[in-house]
């Protein structure tokens, strides 16, 4: 999930960067095209055909529009952007009479001032907002992210054992519900294994209840080794475990796998220089076999590991 995070956020800044640098170019791309405009009194000459003219200042119109195509929702840009052509076009104009008047190209070049000004005033604001907005967007899309994450892990929490690691009772009965009726509609056949931890009870009383949250962690990953990926072990409380089975042969591959956990279990092991040998009982059950519903399976498995408990020396 922080993998999955980290590389969404890459992704937003990275978009951010694309942005602004798309606007950077649109921007100055704009001020170029606008420099031409400026410049077309002194590189138009006046002995230029009129209809050259024409198309020249039509190329210009047609490039900057390029621009323009992002920015409906600025039509002061618009506005700038007429008021920059009308005064270039017109200044062009009655410079190309001897008889035009210096009053007359005095307002004209105020007037394109005044526009070249509010059309790079309105540009930077078009950036500038895009730029917020994308900003905005990166910002609640990582609190998206997070809730996402943070809503994740509390799930993750309800669900699996703290201690552990394993799934708890709760992910127990929902994963069993799902098997049941999957084994209903399909005709698929699954088991359980439960499994009761002998003389644990000892070791919290001799060497306090860290050494025994230790051992319960071992003996976690002990039976979580001899499983498969697609079983799901479980943690029911205290210390009793349960191994939920899917896709199962026959009542052999249940015996099969209760005695691969019980000498996996009783391989002796040390924690800070302690020694421990512990031993399980166990008990399985079979769908449809010993029931014909999760509850009968439960209490099946529960039975018969109580009756080897019982049937235990010492």
């Known amino acids: 999930m ?99 008047s210096k009053g007359v190209i005095a307002c004209s070049s105020l007037f394109l001032l005044l526009g070249f000004t509010l059309m790079i005033r309105k540009a930077i604001e078009m950036s500038e907002s895009a730029l917020n907005e994308v900003t905005y967007s990166i910002t609640l899309k990582e609190q998206m992210l997070e809730m996402m994450e943070m809503q994740a892990l509390i799930e993750h929490q309800a669900r699996h054992d703290e201690l552990t690691g394993l799934a708890n009772r709760r992910k127990f009965e ?30 919290n009383d001799t060497y306090g209840h860290q050494y025994g949250d230790w051992v319960l962690q071992e003996i976690a990953k002990r039976i979580t080794s001899c499983t498969r990926e697609t079983d799901l072990v479980c943690r029911m409380g205290g210390d009793e475990f349960c191994v939920l089975i899917k896709n199962v042969t026959n009542n052999e591959e249940l015996e099969n796998l209760s005695t691969l956990l019980k000498d996996r279990i009783k391989m002796p092991f040390a924690i800070n220089g302690i020694d421990f040998n512990l031993g399980a009982s166990m008990g399985s059950a079979i769908y449809p076999t010993d029931g014909k519903n999760v509850d009968a399976l439960v209490s099946t498995a529960d039975h018969k590991m109580y009756e080897e408990k019982k049937a235990a020396p010492g």
Do not use: W
């Not at 209903?184 to 009870?201: E, T």
């Open 2 to 100: 922080i993998d999955k995070k980290c590389n969404e956020q890459v992704a937003l800044k990275a978009d951010h960067a694309t942005l602004k640098k798309r606007l950077s170019q649109r921007f100055f791309f704009g001020l170029f095209i606008a420099f031409l405009f400026s410049v077309s009194p002194f590189i138009l000459l006046a002995d230029v055909p009129l209809d050259h003219v024409q198309l020249y200042y039509i190329f210009l119109v047609c490039l900057f529009a390029v621009i323009l195509v992002s920015n409906i929702s600025f039509p002061e840009y618009y506005i700038a952007y007429g008021m920059l052509i009308l005064s270039m076009i017109f200044l062009h104009t009655v410079t190309r009479f001897d008889d035009h």
């Open 174 to 203: 929902e994963e069993a519900v799902e098997i049941e009726n999957r084994a209903k509609d399909f005709g698929a056949v699954f088991g359980l294994i439960y499994v009761d931890l002998d003389k644990f009870k000892p070791i």
